[in-house]
């Protein structure tokens, strides 16, 4: 992609909600996601450049503007021209090309950055729903995978059960489709039962870069549990089809930045870099725990996408095993071998 284009997906993805018209009708289904950076946002996707984003869109404020006229789609950033020739694409459920589900937006957990807790009406949805959710698409959605995450509720093992019976669900209504598993797990053998179940691809999260943020920013959670469940799901689903967010803007440096998707690459395992998207509250609770003004910008995604990229390059790695989650969306990241 274009390198203005990267820069423009980038402060994008840095930047607030896109304002629409007065009286425009967005012509698929609004998602209102309830995890991702999006959380408790309505969102739409906008493509352009062969790339796109998922923005939470508002009808008054806003840091971008939708402009609708007879040429099409474009945005502007207060008014100036920023994006021309932009175009809206359907989500399934979350993102576009998959039914990507929350069973669970409650958490026991409270890291820092996380609107999940404090979204209200938690329930845990069962994977028959999830099912009949995927069955009552139009004939024409376009679902080419499926995907599931969770917060944590009750306790971690009852959670990683209630989402590998969803797994299982899912998979022999739809034994076609990949399945990729997004779960905080603490024991070995619940990866094995999530592939058992039918998940094809697993995704683990690192969150931060550097472990004493980690600690501060996700109290309750062990990063060496982590890097062991993502070295045993190398094992069982293999090399690139492994995926970790590490997230930037806690008051970590490149330099551990580069580390961790060193350690990570070295696993087999595929990082993927999430700049924080946090509102007044979460920020609040992240200067608290980190002690450090949280933040990045535009050329600091830049930069890291392009030393993620090298660094996925120099263990004869890329993105091209995953069928669903966020490198087969590639909204809300600069996506290696694909933007840049
Ligand atoms: S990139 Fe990931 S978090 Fe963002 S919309 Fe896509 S699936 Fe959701």
Redesign the pocket.
Known sequence: MEESLVRKKAELILGGDIRIPEGFRVPFRI?R?T????AGKR?V?FAFGGTRV?KGIVNSGGDFELVANDDGLSLTRGGDAFIDNVTMEP?VF???G?A?FNMDNRCIFRCVYCKSPNLENGSRVSGETMASMIRGLPDDADVGGI?VTSGVFGSVEDTVKDMIDCVSVLHREFPDLPIGAEPYVNDESQIDAFRDAGVTEMKINVEAARRDIFDRACPGLDQDIILRMLEHSVSVFGRGKVASNIIIGLGETDRDVEDMLERLCAMGVVPGL?PLKAGPEELMRISDAVGIPAGTDAERVIRLAKTQKRILMKHGLDISGFRT??F??????LVPFRDL
């Open positions: 998602s996601s995890a991702g950076p999006g969102g996707v998922k989500v979350h993102a576009p998959q990507f995907a999430r989650m966020c087969a969306c590639g909204c809300c990241d």
